[in-house]
């Protein structure tokens, strides 16, 4: 069976100058459209200096308040304010009684052996010191006066 083939259909063709918007159309178009978009970026411009000046305003009212806050803060710091306030709340200077020496066997490294299952120990300590070095203990020197 034969497939039924398409006749051609003769299409006019179109005509541009006929149906084209005048030049004159096209020109005042294009002055339009540019006014447009030069007041929309004006406009744009306008705005973004407002929020650039309440930016300006609200960081000057920020550093305002942070030196206002570090002058207070170096008004607690002082010696005097730190005497008081230290009495205010009943503290006094420790007392030579008060110091507790730790033997250094006591300390994380202090060279003191583990106790039953010292291979077990040492292995655990090693495999801490490797995924989290940051928590490895540090010895205290101490010094004798």
Same mark, same amino acid.
């Given at each position: 069976?034969?497939?039924?083939?398409?006749?051609?259909?003769?299409?006019?063709?179109?005509?541009?100058?006929?149906?084209?918007?005048?030049?004159?159309? @096209?020109?005042? !178009?294009?002055?339009?459209?540019?006014?447009? =978009?030069? =007041? @929309?970026? =004006?406009?744009?411009?306008? %705005? !973004?200096?407002?929020?650039?000046?309440?930016?300006?305003?609200d960081l000057a009212k920020a550093e305002a308040r942070r030196d206002a806050l570090e002058a207070q803060l170096a008004q607690h710091r002082t010696r005097t304010a730190l005497e008081a306030e230290a009495?205010?709340?009943?503290?006094?200077? %420790?007392?030579?009684?008060?110091? =507790? $020496?730790?033997?250094?066997? @006591?300390?994380?490294?202090?060279?003191?052996?583990?106790?039953?299952?010292?291979? !077990?120990?040492?292995?655990?300590?090693?495999?801490?010191?490797?995924?989290?070095?940051?928590?490895? %203990?540090?010895?205290?020197? $101490?010094?004798?006066?």
């Amino acid at each position: 069976m034969r497939k039924p083939t398409k006749t051609p259909v003769l299409r006019r063709r179109y005509d541009f100058d006929r149906r084209a918007l005048p030049l004159g159309a @096209w020109i005042l !178009l294009l002055l339009v459209g540019g006014a447009f =978009v030069e =007041v @929309w970026q =004006v406009t744009q411009v306008s %705005a !973004l200096t407002l929020r650039i000046d309440e930016a300006q305003v609200d960081l000057a009212k920020a550093e305002a308040r942070r030196d206002a806050l570090e002058a207070q803060l170096a008004q607690h710091r002082t010696r005097t304010a730190l005497e008081a306030e230290a009495k205010r709340l009943g503290m006094k200077p %420790a007392e030579p009684e008060q110091v =507790v $020496v730790v033997p250094a066997e @006591w300390l994380a490294g202090g060279g003191g052996s583990e106790e039953g299952g010292g291979a !077990l120990v040492a292995f655990g300590r090693r495999i801490a010191e490797t995924l989290v070095p940051s928590a490895r %203990a540090r010895t205290r020197s $101490v010094s004798s006066n």
